[in-house]
Every structure is written in C-alpha cells, then in structure tokens.
C-alpha cells in the first residue's frame, strides 16, 4: 500500500508518500491548483505510484484541496498541521506555521489539536509578505534572510502589506542600506507572529512549519521575542502532507 498526503498551498505543493515508497517533493502550485494536481498525479506515476489504484489512499488538504478530485479523503489543514507537526516535534507540541497567504497556531495536547489560531486577512506576517519585500529589494527569499542577519533594524510598523511597502520604498529613497531594511522585514513578520503566539498559551515544546521553517535565523529571532525556544526543521514545510499521509493509512 502506498498512503498519499497532498497540501496544495496557495504558493507552494507539498507531497509525501509513505508505505511502499516514501518520497517527499515540492511544486510550486502556480496560478491553477488543477494544473498543478495533475503534475503531481504524473510525478507520482513515474515513482509507479497510481493515485487511482486500490492500493493507493490519498487525502488532500491545503488551500488547493477541493482540487484534488481524486482524493479519499479531503481534510483540513489545522488537523493535518497538527498530525505532521507532532509526528515531527516527537510528540504534543505548539506548532506555528507560517503559510503563503496565513499564520496559524496550533496547540497540539495528548496527541489532539486542542486550540489554535488564526492571522486575520491581512497577509502582513506571512510568506507572501517576504515574498512582496524580497522583489521589491530585488532579490530572493533566501537573500532577504542572508542581508537581514548583516543588517541593523529599521522599524517598519504598518500592520497592512501594501502601506508597509511604502515604508520601505521611503527608506530606499534616504538611501537605507538593503541589508538594514532587510533586517527590518524579517523583524516586522516575527513580531507579527510573535504577537498572535501570545494570544495562546504555548506548549513547552514549540516548532516552526511552512516555507521558512528550515531558517534558523528567524527561528532564533521568534525565540527572543517569544522568550522561549523555538525550533526549526528541515521537514517542516512538509508537516501538512506528511499529517495528510499519516491520516491516509487510518482510512
């Protein structure tokens, strides 16, 4: 048997497999979620992995996940963030993942989500937010963390992406260093995260999961404003298809 897990998520797909073969990749889902479901179910197909098989169970979830057609079972993403987080975390833990259009803050006791919250609208605190500063400073994602650890903070406090940007293009115009205004990116999405883990009480033991959950940068940063240690993880952005697949081999 091989147990599926998809997480299309608004910027980025996630897969893992598990049973016969257990392979994990990544798609950037692009402007149609149907597109990018198919590339998948052809990925899938050249690691003889047939979605429409009897042997095959998958369950979707993620922004994209009514785009899944074939899918068993179609689940949301508090509920397979909070399987993948803990299967990562070794056990109950609070998990904050950093998507492309929301925060979430998942509380995860005696193996059960029991809390969590949500980022309201606005995509300040988010993927998308660094992705906006990173082009508007011309550079990567990665380059934005890698000038932000070089950088002396500037204080950008608009809470709304778009008035935040135009506090960034002003400290580009007086001739702000990129790596200063970078430094002020980075900070600004870490308090805006750090201020909706307030809002909870948080487990002891605490891990980042989306895109950025790998940066140990940011990790250590939310840990300061936080006051407590927060983990990275190579395997976090995969948290949401590796729950997905987890809760596969229970159908």
Same mark, same amino acid.
């Given at each position: 048997?091989?147990y599926v897990?998809?997480?299309?998520?608004?910027?980025?797909?996630?897969?893992?497999?598990?049973?016969?073969?257990?392979?994990?990749?990544?798609?950037?889902?692009?402007?149609?979620?149907?597109?990018?479901?198919?590339?998948?179910?052809?990925?899938?197909?050249?690691?003889?992995?047939?979605?429409?098989?009897?042997?095959t169970?998958?369950?979707?979830?993620?922004?994209?996940?009514?785009?899944?057609? *074939? !899918?068993d079972?179609?689940?949301t993403?508090?509920?397979?963030? @909070?399987?993948?987080?803990?299967? #990562? +975390?070794? /056990?109950d833990c609070?998990?904050?993942?950093?998507?492309?259009?929301?925060?979430?803050?998942?509380?995860?006791?005696?193996?059960?989500?029991?809390?969590?919250?949500?980022n309201d609208?606005?995509?300040?605190g988010?993927?998308?937010?660094?992705?906006?500063?990173?082009?508007?400073?011309?550079?990567?994602?990665?380059?934005?963390?890698?000038?932000a650890?070089?950088?002396?903070?500037?204080?950008?406090?608009?809470?709304?992406?778009v *008035? !935040?940007?135009?506090?960034?293009?002003?400290?580009?115009?007086? @001739?702000?260093?990129?790596?200063? #205004? +970078?430094? /002020?990116?980075?900070?600004s999405?870490?308090?805006?995260?750090?201020?909706?883990?307030?809002?909870?009480?948080?487990s002891?033991?605490?891990?980042?999961?989306?895109?950025?959950?790998?940066?140990?940068?940011?990790?250590?940063l939310?840990?300061?404003?936080?006051?407590?240690?927060?983990?990275?993880?190579?395997?976090?952005?995969?948290?949401?298809?590796l729950?997905?697949?987890l809760?596969?081999?229970?159908?």
């Amino acid at each position: 048997m091989n147990y599926v897990g998809i997480d299309i998520g608004s910027t980025a797909s996630k897969v893992v497999t598990l049973g016969d073969k257990n392979i994990e990749f990544v798609l950037p889902t692009g402007w149609s979620s149907k597109e990018t479901v198919d590339e998948i179910k052809n990925r899938l197909l050249s690691y003889d992995i047939d979605v429409c098989d009897d042997n095959t169970k998958v369950v979707a979830t993620g922004y994209g996940r009514i785009s899944v057609d *074939f !899918a068993d079972k179609i689940i949301t993403e508090i509920t397979c963030h @909070g399987k993948g987080g803990t299967e #990562i +975390a070794k /056990g109950d833990c609070t998990i904050i993942d950093i998507g492309g259009q929301d925060t979430k803050v998942i509380i995860v006791e005696n193996n059960f989500v029991s809390d969590f919250i949500m980022n309201d609208k606005c995509s300040a605190g988010t993927g998308k937010f660094i992705e906006v500063m990173a082009n508007r400073l011309g550079v990567t994602i990665d380059e934005l963390f890698n000038m932000a650890k070089k950088g002396e903070t500037v204080k950008i406090s608009s809470l709304c992406t778009v *008035f !935040a940007e135009s506090e960034v293009i002003s400290f580009i115009g007086k @001739g702000a260093k990129r790596e200063d #205004i +970078a430094a /002020g990116v980075i900070d600004s999405v870490a308090s805006k995260v750090a201020t909706l883990c307030n809002k909870k009480k948080l487990s002891d033991k605490i891990i980042i999961t989306g895109g950025i959950s790998h940066n140990e940068y940011f990790a250590d940063l939310l840990s300061k404003k936080l006051k407590t240690k927060v983990e990275c993880s190579k395997k976090g952005r995969y948290a949401g298809a590796l729950g997905a697949a987890l809760l596969a081999k229970e159908l």
